[in-house]
């Protein structure tokens, strides 16, 4: 079952605009949401997160908005660059449960 | 500061054959899961080791089974390998227990099964 969903497959954007990447999930019982960006042969690597007592978190250009009721969030990135061209995965996780789930990722390309 | 370690990189196996993949822990980290990620897919769980045990696991089949080191390196192994568990296998670490649930991931093992 597809707890998270990223519904768009790719992005593309020109530099210096906002990327705006979405994420959907189903599971009420996750309170923890990430963000991880993955280049091509390394690993996805820690962007940043939000708990469900916030509904905002911002780090530099990037900033994550969270909407409990309507189980979406979505990562800001502003001013886009060039170097933020990756894939983008959302992951979620519950209280006491060790297993994150990631949806499909989002590949990003910001064009020069 | 030494990350997560991952070997082999690349891994060409036969249905029915054995596996067995190892990583290395972030310095610090005493936690270790692994994912199996396919081809256009997001990580899937498969699971996770503390203190030398199980402690949690994903919906994944007995042939995956793993274990880990005292110095917490973890190894993961495929039994019977299905031309389906062609993916590839990431390593993450973390320290535990922790506020926050943040992994740090390892380059991968790309497994192919022919």
């Known amino acids: 079952d597809q707890q998270v969903k990223q519904n768009s497959p790719s992005l593309s954007v020109q530099e210096g605009r906002i990327s705006i990447l979405n994420c959907d999930y189903t599971?009420?019982?996750?309170?923890?949401f990430l963000w991880y960006k993955k280049y091509p042969a390394e690993g996805p690597t820690f962007l940043i997160s939000?708990?469900?007592?916030?509904d905002k978190n911002e780090d530099g250009r990037f900033t994550v908005f969270l909407n409990k009721s309507a189980k979406h969030l979505s990562l800001h990135i502003v001013p886009s660059q060039p170097g933020d061209s990756a894939v983008y995965f959302c992951?979620?996780?519950?209280?006491?449960?060790?297993?994150?789930?990631f949806g499909a990722g989002t590949r990003l390309t910001v064009k020069p | 500061d030494a990350g997560v370690t991952q070997s082999p990189t690349h891994l060409i196996k036969t249905r029915g054959q054995q596996v067995t993949l190892r990583c290395s822990p972030k310095?610090?980290?005493?936690?270790v899961s692994w994912y199996q990620q396919a081809l256009g897919q997001g990580p899937q769980f498969i699971f996770q080791?503390?203190?030398?045990?199980?402690?949690q696991r994903g919906n994944f089949p007995d042939r995956f089974s793993g274990h880990q080191f005292p110095n917490y390196s973890s190894e993961l192994n495929v039994n019977a390998l299905l031309l389906g568990d062609s993916a590839l296998y990431l390593c993450?670490?973390?320290?535990?227990?922790?506020?926050?649930?943040?992994?740090?991931f390892g380059p991968g093992t790309r497994l192919t099964v022919t």
């Open positions: 993450a670490s973390s320290l535990a227990p922790s506020g926050t649930p943040e992994q740090y």
């Open positions: 939000i708990s469900s007592i916030k």
């Open positions: 310095s610090g980290h005493d936690t």
């Open positions: 599971n009420s019982m996750f309170d923890y």
């Open positions: 080791y503390y203190e030398e045990e199980e402690r």
């Open positions: 992951a979620a996780s519950a209280h006491n449960n060790n297993d994150m789930r």
